[in-house]
């Protein structure tokens, strides 16, 4: 959780949880459903801020384009780690030129 503010470009790590019949090699804490038919899990997603709303919430920008509406306190919302940032890079400077690419053209 955040208790400080972010800035527009700043890297975040955000853990979504997700539903379906077989998780990802990258799915965490992965637990059957009671009908045994699907599992519950959560994925550390690389996004980048690409605004600061008001009502201490940020606008999320992914490396495919989509947005998600965040608020600061979110649990699973949080900085990129210093190690984070340097193994998943290149996730984050893709996301950054979708803001670029959306500034010029804008």
Known sequence: MLT?????GDW???RKQ?????PG??????AAAPSGE??????DKYWVVKDCLEDDQV????RTGKEHTVPLGDPNLRSARWWERWLYGERF????KLLETAAQSG
Request: charged share 25%; hydrophobic share 35%.
């Open 59 to 62: 606008l999320l920008i992914t």
């Open 38 to 43: 699907t599992y519950a899990y959560t994925v």
């Open 18 to 22: 997700k539903h379906s019949t077989s």
């Open 25 to 30: 090699p990258r799915a965490k804490d992965v």
């Open 93 to 96: 400077r893709e996301t950054e």
């Open 12 to 14: 975040v790590v955000y």
């Open 4 to 8: 400080k503010g972010l800035a527009s």
